[in-house]
C-alpha cells in the first residue's frame, strides 16, 4: 500500500489535474462477480476508483457493481468490457478459455512465485509478449493471486493418491488439467459456483488461494487444507484489470493520464503485495473454524512435481500446435519470475 500510495502522489503532481478547468464528468460502471466487501472490490478496484475521482478533482467517478449485478455470468464480462456494456472489470483470464493462451503460462504447476514477484513478471509479459493478445483492451494492471491451496470437506491431501477419485474444483482450463493428471476428477466452474456446488455434494473440494475463501464462506465448508513447501507454489491463477478503450479514449487528456498515472506495473505490483497480505487473515479464519492442515513435502512433493512437469510438457505441446513457441514462453515466464523475485 505504502509503495502505491507513494506511487499515485507523485503521478497525480504529473498529471496537472490541480490547475486544470473542470471537463465533463466521466462515470464509469465497474462490474465484478464478487461481492464488493471482497478483496479484489474494496481492497483493489476501490481503492483505485478512490484515487481516480480523487485525482480528476472529482471528474472521473467509478460505480461499483458486484455479484453480477449489472447481469451475465462471470465468463461474459471480458466481452462486457469490450462491447462498452460496463466500462471496467476485475475477472480471471481463465474464465474465457483460448482467449488468453498466452498468459496461461503463468499458472502452470509450480511456476508461480509470491503474488508480488509473479504479477510484476505477468506484467511486463503482458505489455511485450502477449499484449497482442490484449489489444482490445485499456489494460489497466495484469496480476495473479498468492499460490493456491488443495481443499477439501473430508479428504486431508498428503499425496497424489489422496487426490484419486476427489471431484475437484479448478478455475481455469490449465488447472482443470492439472488435478486431472493427479488423480482428480477435475470441475470446471467460477468461484461463485463453489460454495453451493460443495454444499450440494457436486464438488468434493477445490483449489483456491486462502484470500477468496472468506468471501463465500469457503473456510466453513472445507475443513482440510495442503499447502506445498518451497519457493514455487502449487499454481496461480491470471486475473484482469482492464477498462473499454473507447471509454478510455473519450476521456480529456488530463483525464486519460490520469488513469494511465494509475496503470501499469505499479499497479500490478501493488496488487501482487495486496495478494500476498491477504492470505493470513484468510487462514486465520479456517483455523478457527477448526479447519486441519498439512504441508506436502518429501518424497510426495517430488511425485507431485514429475506429475506437474508432464502438464507443462502437454501445455508446450498445445501451444506449439496453435503456432506458438510454448518452450520459449514457459522459460520466459520462469525468468521473468526470477528477475522480480530478485529485486525484492
Known sequence: MKDFTKFVIATALATGMGAAAMAEPVTL??????????????????VWAD??????????????????????????LVDQVREGVVDVT???????PGRFSKLEVFELPFMAA??????QA???????????????????????????????????????????GLKMRGPTRVITGMLGELGA?????????????????VIDGMVVPWEIMPSFKLHELTKMHTSVA???????????????KDAYENMTDEQKAVIDANAGMELAKFAGQSW?????????????????????????????????????????????EKGLDGAALVQEARDLIAKYEAQM
Open 90 to 96: 476485475w475477472t480471471v483470464a481463465g474464465y474465457s
Open 230 to 244: 518451497g519457493d514455487r507454489g502449487f499454481y496461480t491463477a491470471v486475473f484482469l484489470f482492464i477498462m473499454n
Open 276 to 320: 500476498d497480505a491477504f492470505e493470513a487473515p484468510a487462514r486465520k479464519l479456517a483455523e478457527d473454524a477448526g479447519g486441519e492442515f498439512y504441508e506436502m513435502d518429501g518424497a510426495a512433493l517430488d511425485e507431485m512435481k514429475v506429475a506437474g512437469e508432464k502438464v507443462v510438457q502437454q501445455w508446450i505441446e498445445q501451444a506449439n
Open 122 to 164: 505477468v506484467m511486463e509479459f503482458a505489455q511485450t509478449t502477449a499484449a497482442d493478445q490484449l489489444t482490445d483492451y485499456k489494460v489497466l494492471a495484469v496480476h495473479v493471486h498468492a499460490p493456491g491451496k488443495i481443499h477439501t470437506k473430508e479428504t486431508l491431501v498428503k499425496s497424489i493418491s489422496d487426490l484419486e
Open 185 to 201: 476428477t477435475p470441475v470446471g466452474m467460477p468461484v461463485p459456483a463453489v460454495a453451493p456446488s460443495l454444499s450440494k455434494g
Open 29 to 46: 460502471k465497474y462490474h465484478n462477480f464478487a461481492p464488493l466487501p471482497a478483496n479484489q472490490n474494496a481492497k483493489f478496484a476501490q
Open 114 to 119: 509470491s503474488a508480488e514477484a509473479t504479477s
Open 51 to 76: 484515487r481516480v475521482h480523487e485525482q480528476s478533482n472529482g471528474e472521473i467517478t467509478v460505480e461499483m457493481y458486484g455479484t453480477m449485478q449489472l447481469g451475465g455470468k462471470p465468463p461474459q
